[in-house]
């Protein structure tokens, strides 16, 4: 009995290299390896940004690829788990040998990649925002998503000219919140602005009457909310629901018309910082960022039937940076890895990108814009 | 009798060779990689099987056993001694319990060796589950299945919610496990094949050491509990303490799981105390017919490796879910059953006989 | 801590607990009439809020909600027929199993019916931005939506099983299901009876909190371990014990917020239980013989 059935086991074992040996090589393409949490808790993120990667590369194959050569997406789910992304990340490298890589779409699966594409020499174009990812420095690793600590700092700059000494900062309990929030307590110290509570709930929360009554009690002049769950509309409703009429701030976390309609009226006068893509109708012609960013959201809209957000613009940025990098030093890994460390002046979704040697993000605090709700549509924040 | 009863052992170190050999002539070495992490799983499952196809005890919180293995490592390896002055760490140091490493960044850094924190792990692993498992063993049914939910989501939460577990991030970089001499768990590629054979090593002797507990006296103690406790009880069998025994042990198990295979990635994350991941683990023992060490075996290698090599994309937990249904629903006693077994081995024999028994070795 | 403060947080408990409630009976219903525990149950608020959401768009709200409420009591039968008698080996593991599956294959379908995003029905009165002042302390109208519907469940089942014949042979199944049997009950359909009445029930309050809490395609299963949590605490199969027990939970996580870190409202709520369980591990108003009763 025992000798059949491991008989069977060694079957299947055996049958395993034979099943995957048959994939194939194709000659003239640009492999792009992508890992996006498509599903999974972190599908506010990955969804988006997949859709706009298999776009974008449509796109670019449809216009004839790069300099001839057709660029092929490798997308992989890694839904959220950093031990997928790990094993995704290690078949990519040394399977597919990919180029390059993008995403992952949080910071715990990037920090977890981080070393193995140094160690594979392999380009990663990270779509998280936390700092860590490119300070310090790592030669191979680059992020397109702007830093929590500008976006911070422009909350604070509001703040300021609001006389706004004492605040409430909640966060959710994921990557993005979590990186917010500490950036967020830097920040406000170095401004003179109190952070009189600071709470972390849970990225599945619904009901957060509880919480706000807690900072309600602490007398907070604005509530800053840091994250990118469904929860973002839920505190103003809540807000709204417990009298609290002092100014709300969000994260870019907000970029994402969805979660407006979603807090209804209770959204009106959010203010938060965000990249350009929202606001872009309302750009002078003459802005860097306007033809690009137009171009994406009528694409991303007429092509998918749904609102184009900034977490989708990541991926875009992400191609566009590593396309525009082989375009300017072909095939070779370590010139383009160059290339892309020397981009300047690159307008894409989130900013103008200007890479250099210490710095892997290449966008500063003028990527951003405050933004504000009015009448359920994103609109500038006048600044006074 | 005893040849007859580790053959099969002896088959399955052969299939490893076997493979590895294969993936190497074929220049495929990297499937590898994942087979390493789905052993490591495997491993959780194997001693899930005792605990719930033998004893008959459900438990939905296994990956927390699995996380605080891979944690505590974590945790532990990542202190910085190299500028220990004093007091406990400079006493580590003395004692020769550190090792230094090579970091991400080039830099040399002084850590607590591993085999410190495997034996922190499991030590503490062994504690937490004797603690809950007095009274959470005396639970049954739906009782039991909630208790252990708890469980899970309370490590979950802690988890998550802890900083020094590095909240939803978890942590990266963690230093290798140097084993002995050249031998280290590590994720770095040219180590690929000996931490292949590491896992295989670690997965068969659990396999042995779990065969010989199935055989044992104990064993059949487990099977009277499984088919009533109270008749057990009779008969003198000292049920709670057999049900303790097996669940530590197969926390122990899970714990040591989570320790390789987090020096293995180099990093741990919070989905692996995820509930999901315990409810994997539950479904690849269901699928392996619950009492049947080597359909789990079986089950848990293919199915794991599938997962990890993104082989369902975005359906992996549709399908997960799904296997779970269709098992249930028309093989309750697992895939692998005896009677499915059977047909199939009738296949299987038709099979080799027409290829002249060369259809083993993995050759095309 | 102020008064309004104090009365803030019991609301909140209040609220809260009453959802729980809602979902722990959905799990009493079933659990009573075959034992079973259905992992699903969270599901059937997902479905019945989504299906709702989508109908919105081209019915009115009460309409849409009535028709969310039929269809999701629809699938709640299919679950039966299609999976539940078909087990060959109804064991509680296998059926704790085969629902965890089907929780699983029903999250995962909605998410490619529909994708993963949030959405939610308008507020049944008033709108996002309405509170109703009570003593100094505010809530939303739709919280007292949510009570009162969550009452009328309560109040409607107990006269079901009472009074009506198919809630007393679906008592009678609970109580043995053989002699309920060999008394000329079709216990077969009282089991998808009881399945469509836990589902209907399970969509009507998915859609009484989805402009509260809102809805996405993984909404049920923290929900479905929280009722699971509370249908436990209260002791499995009593419906008293569901009320009283959601009431417990939504209260210790409530006041646990304002003394200790948010973080671990869970893990709170879940200690707690696990205690109790440990001191009385047929909890809190269940009766001896229930936990031993269902055993592997």
């Known amino acids: 009995m025992s000798f059949k059935r491991i008989l069977i086991t060694l079957l299947c074992v055996s049958i395993l290299p034979l099943a995957f040996s048959c994939a194939g090589k194709k000659g003239d393409t640009i492999k792009i390896g992508a890992l996006f949490a498509v599903t999974g808790p972190a599908s506010f993120l990955g969804a988006p940004e997949e859709k706009t990667a298999r776009m974008m590369v449509e796109g670019i194959n449809a216009a004839g690829g790069i300099d001839g050569r057709k660029l092929e997406l490798i997308v992989k789910d890694t839904a959220g788990s950093p031990e997928k992304a790990i094993s995704f990340a290690k078949q990519l490298i040394e399977e597919d040998k990919v180029f390059a890589i993008i995403g992952p779409s949080t910071s715990g699966e990037t920090m977890k990649i981080k070393s193995i594409c140094e160690e594979g020499k392999t380009i990663l174009i990270s779509c998280a925002a936390a700092e860590v990812i490119v300070n310090p420095v790592s030669k191979y690793v680059f992020k397109v998503a702007q830093n929590d600590s500008d976006a911070a700092q422009m909350i604070c700059d509001v703040m300021k000219k609001k006389n706004i000494t004492g605040i409430g900062l909640v966060s959710s309990n994921d990557g993005y919140g979590a990186a917010g929030k500490e950036q967020m307590e830097k920040v406000a110290a170095r401004n003179g602005i109190k952070v ?145 460390e020397n981009l300047k002046g690159v307008p894409g979704i989130a900013g103008v990108f200007n890479f250099s040697e210490k710095d892997h993000l290449g966008l500063d605090i003028n990527a951003f814009d405050m933004l504000t709700v009015k009448d359920g549509k994103f609109v500038p924040y006048e600044k006074k | 009798m005893r040849f007859m009863k580790h053959a099969p052992v002896a088959g399955l170190a052969a299939a490893i060779v076997i493979f590895q050999l294969a993936t190497t002539l074929l220049g495929r070495e990297f499937y590898l990689t994942q087979l390493t992490m789905a052993a490591y799983y495997c491993l959780v499952i194997l001693g899930l099987t005792v605990l719930m196809g033998y004893a008959g005890q459900i438990s939905m919180g296994h990956a927390a056993f699995f996380a605080m293995g891979g944690y505590t490592t974590a945790v532990l390896t990542k202190l910085d001694l190299s500028a220990a002055a004093g007091g406990l760490p400079r006493l580590v140091v003395d004692l020769g319990l550190s090792v230094t490493s090579v970091n991400a960044f080039g830099v040399e850094v002084r850590h607590l060796s591993p085999w410190v924190s495997l034996v922190v792990a499991v030590l503490l692993t062994t504690t937490v589950a004797f603690l809950i498992g007095i009274p959470i063993l005396r639970l049954k049914g739906h009782y039991l299945a909630m208790a252990t939910l708890g469980f899970g989501i309370i490590v979950y939460r802690i988890v998550l919610g802890t900083s020094l577990f590095g909240e939803a991030d978890g942590i990266s970089d963690i230093p290798a496990f140097t084993l002995a001499g050249g031998l280290a768990v590590s994720g770095d590629p040219e180590l690929r094949v000996q931490n292949f054979y590491i896992a295989a090593v670690l997965l068969l002797a659990g396999l042995v050491l779990l065969l010989n507990l199935i055989d044992s006296r104990s064993g059949r103690a487990l099977r009277a509990i499984h088919g009533s406790e109270e008749a057990a009880n009779a008969m003198g069998v000292d049920t709670a303490g057999f049900k303790l025994m097996v669940f530590v042990l197969s926390a122990v198990f899970a714990c040591v799981a989570g320790v390789f295979l987090t020096h293995f990635n180099g990093g741990v994350g919070p989905s692996e105390a995820d509930v999901m991941k315990s409810v994997t683990y539950v479904a690849i023992v269901a699928v392996g017919g619950m009492a049947n060490l080597w359909g789990a075996l079986a089950m848990g290698i293919v199915l794991n490796y599938l997962s990890l090599r993104g082989y369902f994309g975005s359906y992996d937990e549709l399908v997960f879910g799904g296997i779970l249904i269709v098992i249930m629903l028309f093989f309750p006693e697992g895939l692998l059953s005896a009677r499915n077994l059977k047909n199939l081995k009738g296949a299987a024999v038709r099979l080799v006989r027409g290829k002249g028994g060369e259809g083993a070795d993995g050759r095309p | 801590m102020s008064l309004e403060q104090v009365l803030q947080y019991i609301l909140s408990g209040v609220t809260n607990g009453s959802i729980y409630a809602i979902v722990a009976i959905g799990f009493n219903i079933i659990y009573n009439t075959t034992g079973i525990i259905n992992f699903a149950q969270g599901e059937f608020l997902m479905l019945g809020g989504m299906t709702a959401i989508s109908l919105a768009a081209f019915v009115p709200l009460p309409l849409a909600i009535l028709a969310a409420v039929v269809i999701t009591a629809i699938i ?174 939504g209260m210790l996580e409530a006041f646990s917020i304002s003394v200790l870190p948010l973080a671990y409202k869970d893990a709170i709520a879940i200690t707690i239980l696990l205690l109790i369980l440990f001191v009385k591990p047929s909890g809190l108003l269940g009766k001896k013989e229930a936990a031993g009763l269902k055993e592997f």
């Open chain 1, 196 to 340: 009189l509570i600071s709470e972390v709930y849970d990225k599945k929360d619904t009901d957060l009457m509880g919480v706000l009554t807690k900072v309600k009690a602490m007398n907070v002049q604005a509530v800053v909310n840091w994250s990118i769950v469904p929860a973002q509309s839920i505190i103003p409703k809540n807000m709204k629901q417990l009298n609290m009429n002092m100014p709300l701030f969000q994260s870019s976390g907000f970029g994402n018309i969805k979660y407006v309609k979603e807090a209804g009226a209770a959204g009106e006068g959010i203010i938060f910082p965000c990249g350009r893509l929202l606001i872009a109708d309302a750009l002078s012609d003459t802005h860097p960022q306007k033809a690009v960013l137009m171009k994406y959201k009528k694409d991303y809209e007429s092509k998918y039937k749904e609102d184009a957000s900034t977490f989708g613009g990541h991926a875009y940025d992400a191609i566009l940076v590593l396309t525009e990098a082989i375009k300017k030093a072909g095939m070779d890994r370590e010139k383009a890895r160059d290339a892309l």
């Open chain 3, 76 to 249: 709640g039968a299919l679950v039966d027929f299609v999976f539940i008698r078909r087990l060959k080996t109804p064991s509680v593991l296998n059926m704790i199993i085969v629902t965890i599956g089907l929780s699983i294959v029903i999250r995962e379908i909605a998410l490619h019916v529909w994708d993963e995003k949030v959405r939610s029905l308008p507020y049944f009165t008033g709108s996002e931005v309405t509170s109703v002042s009570i003593l100094g302390a505010y809530i939303s109208p739709q919280v007292l939506w949510v009570l009162g519907i969550a009452a009328v469940i309560v109040v409607f089942l107990g006269f079901f099983f009472k009074f009506t014949l198919t809630g007393r042979s679906m008592r009678a199944c609970a109580a043995n299901m053989t002699a309920a049997k060999l008394c000329g009950i079709n216990t077969g359909a009282m089991v998808t009876v009881s399945f469509m009445l836990s589902a209907a029930i399970g969509a009507l309050a998915g859609c009484a909190i989805s402009p509260i809490t809102q809805t996405q395609y993984d909404c049920g299963t923290p929900l479905a371990i929280k009722g699971f949590t509370v249908a436990i605490l209260g002791g499995l199969g009593n419906s008293t014990g569901a009320v009283v027990g959601g009431m417990v939970v």
